[in-house]
Every structure is written in structure tokens, then in C-alpha cells.
């Protein structure tokens, strides 16, 4: 079986797991959490090769945790507490979700020194500056839309060995 998601939209996305988990619910109660726990942890591994490394400081926060919420409910998370981990998801001014360029203003009647330079070699200054912003990364989205048919694989394995 093979399945679409709209990654365009967060919150579409969303939606689209919430039903296909409420679809599925019986099913999803009989997963052990052997395969939760493999579950998360490959989604970890998959969710911070995706993320950009430029200092690294992104992919070690993101981490993944198993918690037991009742006797025979258990949730696999994987997560970062770093706000801007959003804003490279779903993008920052046009690209974002306002649609709206960033627009930097001076403060205090100060300048703004965007790093250009006029003829003579001095530095040109500004009091405000606009910016598009960044274009949406969906690492996350993308990362686990692509591990889907894998968590599916693991569940599989995982009851075939408790059940078989």
C-alpha cells in the first residue's frame, strides 16, 4: 500500500497521521514496543543525517524518547527544544507561513551595516533593511513520510517474532 502525504502544509500533514492512526488502531495497539523503540530510534538516526550541519548544534538536540503511558500504551518521540528548528522546517518571510518579507529596522536612530560599499570604499549604511527570509526545509516532514514503509517493515518483524 502505498501513501501520499501533502508536505507542503504542516498541518495537513498532521491531519493526514491523525486519521490514518485513528484508521488504524487496532492494529497500532498490538505493536510491541520492541519495534517502537527500533522505530524511533531509526527515525532519530534518519531525522539528523537529514538536518543541516553547519555548526551541529541542531542535530544533537534532537533526540528521541519511549515513554509508557499506561500499561499497554506506549509513545515514541523524537524532538528538538531549539525554537529555530521551526523556522528551518517551515521557512522564515515569503517562503514562511505569514507570506510576508522580514524587514529589519535600525534602532534608536541608528544605521544598519548590510556589508556593501559605495565608490569610494566606505561603508554604506542603511536604516532599515527587507529580506525574502529562508525557503522551508521539511527535514523532519521529508524524514518521515521516507520512513513510513520502513516503520511498517520493522512492525511486521516484530510481530512475526512475537506472534510466530
Known amino acids: 500500500m502505498k501513501l501520499e502525504f501533502n508536505l507542503d502544509d504542516p498541518k495537513a500533514l498532521a491531519e493526514q497521521l491523525d486519521g490514518l492512526l485513528q484508521e488504524r488502531a487496532g492494529a497500532i495497539r498490538r505493536v510491541p514496543v520492541s519495534a517502537l523503540r527500533q522505530g524511533v530510534f531509526e527515525l532519530l538516526a534518519l531525522i539528523q543525517a537529514r538536518v543541516p550541519k553547519k555548526t551541529a548544534t541542531l542535530v544533537r538536540s534532537i533526540t528521541a524518547v519511549v515513554v509508557k503511558i499506561s500499561e499497554d500504551i506506549s509513545e515514541g518521540r523524537v524532538g528538538t527544544p531549539l525554537k529555530y528548528a521551526k523556522f528551518l522546517e517551515d ?65 511486521e518483524q516484530h510481530l512475526a517474532g512475537v506472534i510466530g
Open 91 to 155: 521557512g522564515t518571510g515569503l517562503y514562511g507561513p505569514g507570506k510576508q518579507p522580514i524587514t529589519i529596522v535600525a534602532k534608536n536612530r541608528k544605521a544598519l551595516f548590510w556589508g556593501a560599499y559605495d565608490g569610494k570604499g566606505g561603508p554604506l549604511f542603511r536604516t532599515r533593511a527587507i529580506v525574502k527570509g529562508i525557503k522551508p526545509r521539511h527535514d523532519f516532514a521529508n524524514a518521515i513520510a521516507e520512513f513510513l514503509p520502513r516503520y511498517q517493515q520493522i512492525v
